[in-house]
C-alpha cells in the first residue's frame, strides 16, 4: 500500500532527471537516448502500475480475481 | 474534388456509425446488458477524451516548435493514474457516495452546497472550455481545407458554413445521446461507448502514420533514431521551468477539466475499474506519444518550409501519396474533435443547466420547487439548451477569433484557467479546514490573476486589453504589466500566469480558510469528504435508481414495519410493472410512500427524509437511518407500554368478576349451610325430645311409647330421607353421576312413577290423567333418574295441589325435535313470585305442608340437564304446569 503511494512520486523524480541534462555545449543528451529514457520509464511505470493494481487490496474487501485484468473482451 | 467529396462521404458515414454505435449501447443498456459496456477497457478508452484535436495534431506541432515539450503534456496525467491508490480512489469514491454531478457540482457539495461557490466554478469552465471548443472546430476545418487545397490547389472558402454544420450535428447527437435519461445523474451509455471507438479509431489513426513514417519513410527503427539525432533537435533541450510547470498543468488539468471529471468520476460505473485503467491509461498515453517525434523529424524534413507543423499528421502521408492513410488520420482527428466536442457539451450542460439555470429559474417561480414533475422537465430542457449553448459558444470563438493562434497554446491557456479550481478540490479532499470562503477566495485570486495576466493577453493586444496595459501596466503602474507582475520578467508568459495564479490562489485559499469557521452543513461535508473511506465501506455498484428505492426500503421498514413497508413497495412495484419489489421511485411513489410515512412520523419530518435520499444529501443517509431508528424504537416502545397497560387493566377487571363470584358462592355457601344445619336440626330436636321421654318416663302407657317410637322413626327416615337427598344432589351436581343408558318406552317410566308416587303414605287420592297411546315412545336414556324425576313432580303434585278433588293431567307432545311432557294439576298453582325460586335448594312454596327438604325440583333440574333436557315452570291458566322436555335426539337415537 505504501508502494503505491510512493510510486507516483518515483516516477515523477525519474521524469524529472531530464530537468538536470546540460542544455549546451558538451554532454548534452542526445534527443534519441533522451526518447529512449523517457519511454522506458513510462514503460516500467506502466509495469510497475500493473503490478500494483493486482496486488493491492482495499481494507475489507477480497482480492480482485485473478482473471479480472485479463478478462478484457 | 473528388478526394473532397470522398472525404465528405466517408466523414458521413462514420458519423452514422458512431450515431449506431451509441444508439446500439443505449438499447442495450436500456435491456440491462451492461457487462461489457460497462467493462474496465471501455472505462479507460474513455479516459483518453483527454486526447483531443489537440494532441492528435498539435502535438506534433508542438515537438517540431518546441522540441520534448509535448511529453509534458502526457506525463502529467499518467502521474496522476499513478496516484489512483491515494488520489483518484478518493475522488471516485467521494463521487459516488456524494453524487456528484459535475466539478462544480464537488466543490460546492464539498463547501457547504454553496451555489454562489458552483456558479463560479461553472463561469471559470465555461471560459475555460470555449476556447477549447473552438480549437476542435478549428482543426476540423483545418483539416478539411488540407484536403481542399490538396485537390484543387485552392483553399476552402466556406469554412465557417462547414464548422456551423459540424456544430449543429455535434449538439444534435449530443442532446439525443446526452439528455435521452430522464433520470439526471443516469450514465450515458451511448455517448461513453461512442467515446471509446473513437478513442480506438485515434489511437490506431496516429500508430499507423507513426509505423508508416517509421518503417515506410525513415527505413527502420534504427535509422529513424538516426533521422531524429541528425534533425534540427538533435539534442535534449527544453525550457527547464516549461517541463516542470507544464508536467504540473497538465497534472491538474487531467483533474479539473470538465469533461475529464465527467468520464473519470461522473461516468464511473463501477471503482475496481479504476484498478485496470490506473495502468492501462498510461499505457494508451505512452502511446498515442510514441510516434510523436518521428512524425515531426520527417515532416519538418519532407513538408516545405513554412507548411503548418500542426498538420503534420495529416500533411505528411498526402505529401507522400498515402491517401488511405490520409484517411484515417483525417477520421482520427475528426474523432479526436467530435468526442471532445460532445463530452465537454454534457459536462457543460450538467454544470450550467444546475447551477446557473436551475436557480435562476427557481427564483422566479412563484411557487417555489414544490412540484416535482414539473422540475424534471424543466432541468432537461435546461439540459438540452445548455448542450446547444454551449456548442454555439464555441462556434462564436471560433468566428471571431478565426483561427491564427497556434493550436496548443490556446489548450494551455484553458488548462491554466481550470487549474484554479485545484487547491479548492484537493484542499476540500485532504484538509478539514478549508472553509467555502477561503475556496472562493482562492478561485477569485487565482482566476483574476489567469485572467488578466494569461487570458485577455492571449487576444493579442489592443483586442480586449489596450495595448498601454499590456506596454505599461494597468493604470500606468508597471509592477502590474500583465506579462511582468512585480517587475519579474523574462519568464516565459504562460509559466509566469500559471506561478502567480496559483500562488495567489494557494495564498488566498489558505489564508481566508485559516481565519474563516465553517457552517455546520461544511463541517459535516468536510469530515465526510476527508474521512470518505470511514464513512462509506462499501462500494455500491447498483445503479442509482435501485439504490434510491433501496434506500427508501430500508428507511420504510424501520418506520412503517417490515410488513407493511413490504406490501406496500411490492403493491407499487406490481403497478408500475417492475420487476422484483423494488419499484422505481417516481414521483407518484415519492408522494405515496411520503404520505405513508408522514402517518407516522409527521409530514415535515417525512418530507424531509424522502427529499434527502432523492435529493440532494446535506445529511448523510447513515444519519437519517440513525433517526429513523429512534423513532422506531420510541413507537414500538410506546406501543409495548399501551399493550402491557391493556392487559393489566384486563386482568383487573378479570379479578374483580372473579371477586364477586366468589363472594357471591360464599353468600350462597352461608345459606346454605344455615338451611341444611336449620333442616337437619328440626327432626334432630323431635328425635332427642322423645327418646328422652323415652327415657326418662317409668311407667308409660305402651301406645303412647308405641307412638313416640314411631315418631322417632318417622323423624330418622326422614332426617335419612335429607341426607340421601343431599348426596344426591352433590353427586348430580358435580357431574359424577354415571347414567345408566338403556332403552325403554316413555309410558315404562310414567307406570313406574305413577305407582310409586300416586298413592300417598296418607293415602290420598290423586286422580290422574293419561293418554297412554301418546306415550308409546321408545327413549335411550336413563330411564331410572328419568322416573326420579317423574315421581319428585307427581309427588309435588300430591302434596300441594289444594283442590278438592286433585287431579293431575299428563300430557305427551311429541315435536320436532323433543318431546315435551306436561304435569299440570287443577290446585291454585305456583304464586309468581315464588317462581323463580322453586328450583332452588331448599326452596318450598309453603310450610303448610313440609314434607320434604326442598331439594327435590333442584335435583330434577340438574338431572334433565344431565339427560340433555330441561323442566321448568310453565305458567297455565289453571293449576301448576310443569314441562319436562327430552330431546328428540335422545328418543330416536333408541329406535
Given at each position: 500500500m ?12 525519474l521524469w524529472?532527471?531530464p530537468?538536470?541534462w546540460p542544455q ?8 534519441a537516448s533522451?526518447?529512449?529514457y523517457?519511454?522506458?520509464v513510462?514503460?516500467?511505470v ?5 503490478g500494483?493494481?493486482r496486488f493491492?487490496?482495499e481494507p475489507g474487501e ?8 485479463d478478462?478484457l473482451p | 474534388?473528388?478526394t473532397?467529396?470522398?472525404l ?9 456509425f458512431l ?5 446500439v449501447?443505449?438499447?442495450l ?8 459496456l460497462?467493462?474496465p477497457?471501455i472505462?479507460?478508452?474513455?479516459l ?12 506534433v506541432?508542438?515537438?517540431?516548435r518546441?522540441?520534448?515539450?509535448y511529453?509534458t503534456?502526457?506525463?502529467g496525467p499518467?502521474l ?7 488520489l483518484l480512489r478518493k475522488l471516485i469514491r467521494?463521487?459516488?457516495?456524494q453524487?456528484?454531478t459535475?466539478?462544480?457540482?464537488l ?6 452546497k454553496?451555489?454562489l461557490?458552483?456558479?463560479g466554478?461553472?463561469i471559470?469552465?465555461v ?5 477549447y471548443?473552438?480549437l476542435?472546430?478549428q482543426s476540423?476545418?483545418l483539416?478539411f481545407?488540407v ?10 472558402e466556406?469554412q465557417?458554413?462547414?464548422?456551423l454544420?459540424?456544430s449543429l450535428?455535434l449538439?444534435?447527437f449530443t ?5 435521452r435519461n430522464?433520470?439526471?445523474k ?5 455517448v461513453v461507448m461512442a467515446i471509446?471507438v473513437?478513442?480506438?479509431?485515434k489511437l490506431v489513426?496516429?500508430?499507423s502514420v507513426g509505423i ?5 519513410v525513415?527505413?527502420g527503427?534504427?535509422?529513424?533514431l ?7 533537435f538533435g539534442h535534449?533541450h527544453t525550457?527547464?521551468?516549461?517541463w ?10 487531467f483533474l479539473?477539466?470538465p469533461?475529464t ?5 461522473v ?5 475496481s475499474?479504476l484498478?485496470?485503467?490506473?495502468w492501462a491509461?498510461?499505457l494508451?498515453?505512452?502511446?498515442i506519444?510514441?510516434f510523436?517525434v518521428p512524425?515531426?523529424v520527417?515532416?519538418?524534413e519532407?513538408m516545405p518550409?513554412g507548411?503548418?507543423?500542426?498538420l503534420f499528421?495529416?500533411t ?6 498515402e491517401?488511405?492513410l490520409?484517411m484515417l488520420?483525417f477520421?482520427g ?6 468526442s471532445m466536442?460532445?463530452?465537454a457539451a454534457?459536462?457543460?450542460?450538467t ?8 436557480p435562476?429559474?427557481?427564483?422566479l417561480?412563484p ?6 414533475g414539473d ?7 435546461a439540459r438540452?439548451i445548455?448542450?446547444v449553448?454551449?456548442?454555439m ?5 471560433f ?8 493550436l496548443?497554446?490556446?489548450g494551455?491557456v ?10 479548492a478540490m ?12 477561503g475556496a472562493f477566495?482562492?478561485?477569485t485570486a ?10 485577455l493577453?492571449s487576444?493579442?493586444a489592443?483586442t480586449?486589453l489596450?495595448l498601454?496595459?499590456?506596454?505599461h501596466?494597468i493604470?500606468?503602474?508597471?509592477w502590474?504589466k ?6 519579474i520578467s523574462g519568464?516565459?508568459q504562460?509559466m509566469?500566469?500559471?506561478l502567480w495564479?496559483?500562488?495567489f490562489n494557494?495564498?488566498a485559499f489558505v489564508?481566508?480558510s ?7 452543513l ?9 474521512n470518505?473511506?470511514?464513512?462509506s465501506a462499501?462500494t455500491?455498484?447498483?445503479s442509482?435508481?435501485s439504490?434510491?428505492?433501496e434506500d427508501?426500503m430500508?428507511?420504510?421498514?424501520r418506520i412503517l414495519?417490515?410488513?407493511?413497508a413490504?406490501?406496500l413497495?411490492?403493491?407499487y ?5 417492475a420487476?422484483?419489489n423494488?419499484p422505481?421511485?417516481?414521483?407518484e411513489?415519492?408522494?405515496v410512500?411520503?404520505r405513508?410515512?408522514?402517518s407516522s412520523?409527521g ?6 427524509m424522502?427529499?434527502q435520499?432523492t ?10 437511518m440513525?433517526v429513523?431508528?429512534e423513532?422506531?424504537?420510541m ?8 399493550e402491557q ?5 384486563r386482568t383487573?377487571l378479570?379479578l374483580?368478576n372473579a371477586n364477586?363470584k366468589l363472594t ?8 346454605f ?9 328440626t327432626?334432630?330436636?323431635s328425635i ?8 326418662d318416663t317409668?311407667q308409660?302407657?305402651?301406645?303412647d311409647?308405641s307412638?313416640?317410637a314411631?315418631?322417632?322413626h318417622?323423624e330418622a327416615?326422614r ?9 344426591d344432589?352433590s353427586v348430580v351436581e358435580?357431574?359424577q353421576v354415571?347414567?345408566?343408558l338403556?332403552?325403554?318406552t316413555l309410558?315404562d317410566?310414567?307406570?313406574?312413577a305413577v ?6 303414605e296418607d ?9 297412554t297411546?301418546k306415550e308409546e ?7 331410572d333418574?328419568?322416573s326420579q324425576?317423574?315421581?319428585?313432580l307427581i309427588?309435588?303434585a300430591?302434596?300441594?295441589c289444594d283442590?278438592k278433588?286433585p ?8 315435536e320436532a ?5 306436561d304435569?299440570?294439576d287443577n ?9 323463580d325460586?322453586i328450583?332452588e335448594?331448599f326452596?318450598r312454596?309453603?310450610?303448610q305442608k ?5 331439594l ?5 333440574r ?7 333436557g330441561?323442566v321448568?315452570?310453565v ?5 301448576a304446569?310443569?314441562?319436562v322436555?327430552?330431546?328428540y335426539r335422545?328418543a330416536?337415537a333408541?329406535?
Amino acid at each position: 500500500m505504501d508502494a503505491a503511494r510512493v510510486a507516483p512520486a518515483l516516477a515523477l523524480i525519474l521524469w524529472s532527471i531530464p530537468m538536470l541534462w546540460p542544455q549546451t555545449g558538451e554532454g548534452t543528451v542526445s534527443s534519441a537516448s533522451a526518447l529512449i529514457y523517457i519511454f522506458a520509464v513510462w514503460a516500467g511505470v506502466i509495469l510497475l502500475t500493473w503490478g500494483l493494481s493486482r496486488f493491492l487490496v482495499e481494507p475489507g474487501e477480497t482480492a480482485p480475481a485473478d482473471d479480472g485484468p485479463d478478462r478484457l473482451p | 474534388m473528388s478526394t473532397l467529396n470522398l472525404l465528405v462521404l466517408v466523414s458521413m458515414a462514420y458519423v452514422m456509425f458512431l450515431f449506431i454505435v451509441a444508439f446500439v449501447a443505449d438499447r442495450l443498456a436500456m435491456q440491462g446488458k451492461k457487462a461489457w459496456l460497462r467493462s474496465p477497457l471501455i472505462y479507460t478508452l474513455s479516459l483518453s477524451i483527454y486526447c483531443t484535436a489537440w494532441t492528435f495534431y498539435g502535438a506534433v506541432g508542438s515537438a517540431a516548435r518546441n522540441g520534448f515539450e509535448y511529453l509534458t503534456i502526457y506525463l502529467g496525467p499518467t502521474l496522476v493514474m499513478v496516484s489512483w491508490w491515494w488520489l483518484l480512489r478518493k475522488l471516485i469514491r467521494i463521487g459516488r457516495t456524494q453524487k456528484i454531478t459535475s466539478i462544480a457540482d464537488l466543490i460546492s457539495s464539498r463547501y457547504g452546497k454553496s451555489s454562489l461557490l458552483a456558479a463560479g466554478v461553472t463561469i471559470l469552465a465555461v471560459i475555460g472550455t470555449t476556447p477549447y471548443l473552438a480549437l476542435q472546430l478549428q482543426s476540423v476545418t483545418l483539416s478539411f481545407a488540407v484536403f481542399a487545397t490538396q485537390a484543387d490547389g485552392t483553399p476552402l472558402e466556406n469554412q465557417n458554413t462547414l464548422a456551423l454544420w459540424l456544430s449543429l450535428g455535434l449538439a444534435l447527437f449530443t442532446v439525443l445521446f446526452g439528455t435521452r435519461n430522464l433520470d439526471v445523474k443516469e450514465r450515458h451509455d451511448g455517448v461513453v461507448m461512442a467515446i471509446a471507438v473513437e478513442a480506438v479509431v485515434k489511437l490506431v489513426a496516429l500508430l499507423s502514420v507513426g509505423i508508416f513514417v517509421v518503417w515506410g519513410v525513415s527505413g527502420g527503427l534504427s535509422n529513424a533514431l538516426t533521422a531524429i539525432d541528425a534533425s534540427e533537435f538533435g539534442h535534449w533541450h527544453t525550457d527547464r521551468s516549461r517541463w516542470a510547470g507544464l508536467i504540473f498543468l497538465s497534472a491538474a488539468a487531467f483533474l479539473c477539466l470538465p469533461r475529464t471529471f465527467q468520464v473519470l468520476v461522473v461516468e464511473n460505473d463501477d471503482e475496481s475499474h479504476l484498478r485496470t485503467a490506473s495502468w492501462a491509461f498510461p499505457l494508451y498515453l505512452g502511446l498515442i506519444s510514441l510516434f510523436v517525434v518521428p512524425i515531426a523529424v520527417v515532416g519538418l524534413e519532407v513538408m516545405p518550409d513554412g507548411s503548418n507543423p500542426d498538420l503534420f499528421v495529416l500533411t505528411v502521408p498526402l505529401a507522400l501519396g498515402e491517401n488511405g492513410l490520409a484517411m484515417l488520420s483525417f477520421l482520427g482527428g475528426f474523432s479526436s474533435a467530435t468526442s471532445m466536442v460532445i463530452v465537454a457539451a454534457i459536462a457543460m450542460s450538467t454544470m450550467v443547466s444546475n447551477h446557473i439555470v436551475m436557480p435562476i429559474w427557481l427564483q422566479l417561480r412563484p411557487s417555489g420547487a414544490s412540484v416535482s414533475g414539473d422540475v424534471r422537465a424543466a432541468v432537461l430542457l435546461a439540459r438540452r439548451i445548455s448542450i446547444v449553448g454551449v456548442v454555439m459558444l464555441g462556434y462564436l470563438y471560433f468566428r471571431l477569433s478565426s483561427g491564427g493562434e497556434a493550436l496548443a497554446s490556446i489548450g494551455l491557456v484553458a488548462f491554466c484557467g481550470l487549474a484554479q479550481v485545484l487547491p479548492a478540490m484537493l484542499g476540500g479532499m485532504f484538509w478539514r479546514g478549508a472553509t467555502r470562503l477561503g475556496a472562493f477566495a482562492g478561485l477569485t485570486a487565482g482566476f483574476a490573476t489567469w485572467l488578466y495576466t494569461l487570458y485577455l493577453p492571449s487576444f493579442g493586444a489592443g483586442t480586449i486589453l489596450p495595448l498601454s496595459v499590456i506596454e505599461h501596466g494597468i493604470f500606468g503602474l508597471t509592477w502590474l504589466k500583465p506579462d511582468a507582475l512585480f517587475g519579474i520578467s523574462g519568464l516565459d508568459q504562460l509559466m509566469h500566469a500559471l506561478l502567480w495564479s496559483m500562488l495567489f490562489n494557494v495564498a488566498a485559499f489558505v489564508t481566508v480558510s485559516l481565519v474563516t469557521f465553517p457552517s455546520p452543513l461544511e463541517r459535516l461535508q468536510a469530515a465526510q469528504f476527508v474521512n470518505i473511506f470511514e464513512h462509506s465501506a462499501s462500494t455500491r455498484s447498483w445503479s442509482r435508481s435501485s439504490a434510491q428505492a433501496e434506500d427508501l426500503m430500508v428507511m420504510a421498514q424501520r418506520i412503517l414495519g417490515a410488513t407493511e413497508a413490504q406490501a406496500l413497495f411490492s403493491r407499487y412495484a406490481r403497478t408500475q410493472g417492475a420487476r422484483g419489489n423494488l419499484p422505481d421511485p417516481t414521483p407518484e411513489f415519492l408522494e405515496v410512500l411520503e404520505r405513508e410515512l408522514g402517518s407516522s412520523v409527521g409530514a415535515a419530518t417525512a418530507h424531509a427524509m424522502v427529499g434527502q435520499i432523492t435529493g440532494g444529501m446535506a445529511v448523510s443517509v447513515e444519519d437519517l437511518m440513525a433517526v429513523a431508528d429512534e423513532t422506531a424504537q420510541m413507537l414500538e416502545y410506546s406501543a409495548r407500554l399501551k399493550e402491557q397497560s391493556e392487559e393489566l387493566s384486563r386482568t383487573a377487571l378479570e379479578l374483580r368478576n372473579a371477586n364477586q363470584k366468589l363472594t357471591r358462592l360464599s353468600i350462597q355457601k352461608d345459606a346454605f349451610l344455615s338451611q341444611i344445619s336449620h333442616e337437619l336440626r328440626t327432626p334432630m330436636t323431635s328425635i332427642r325430645a322423645f327418646s328422652e321421654i323415652l327415657r326418662d318416663t317409668d311407667q308409660m302407657q305402651p301406645e303412647d311409647q308405641s307412638r313416640y317410637a314411631s315418631i322417632i322413626h318417622d323423624e330418622a327416615q326422614r332426617l335419612t330421607r335429607l341426607l340421601d337427598d343431599l348426596l344426591d344432589l352433590s353427586v348430580v351436581e358435580n357431574g359424577q353421576v354415571n347414567l345408566n343408558l338403556r332403552d325403554g318406552t316413555l309410558r315404562d317410566a310414567l307406570d313406574r312413577a305413577v305407582s310409586s308416587a300416586g298413592i300417598g303414605e296418607d293415602g290420598g287420592k290423586l286422580a290422574i290423567e293419561r293418554d297412554t297411546a301418546k306415550e308409546e315412545i321408545v327413549l335411550h336414556t336413563d330411564m331410572d333418574r328419568l322416573s326420579q324425576v317423574f315421581i319428585n313432580l307427581i309427588a309435588n303434585a300430591r302434596k300441594y295441589c289444594d283442590a278438592k278433588s286433585p287431579r293431575l293431567v299428563i300430557r305427551v307432545m311429541q315435536e320436532a325435535d323433543r318431546v315435551v311432557i306436561d304435569f299440570q294439576d287443577n290446585g291454585t298453582g305456583i304464586a309468581p313470585e315464588a317462581v323463580d325460586m322453586i328450583f332452588e335448594k331448599f326452596a318450598r312454596v309453603s310450610d303448610q305442608k313440609a314434607g320434604g327438604a326442598g331439594l327435590g325440583l333442584a335435583i330434577c333440574r340438574q338431572v334433565m340437564t344431565r339427560l340433555g333436557g330441561s323442566v321448568d315452570y310453565v305458567p297455565a291458566s289453571r293449576g301448576a304446569n310443569f314441562r319436562v322436555v327430552l330431546p328428540y335426539r335422545t328418543a330416536m337415537a333408541a329406535q
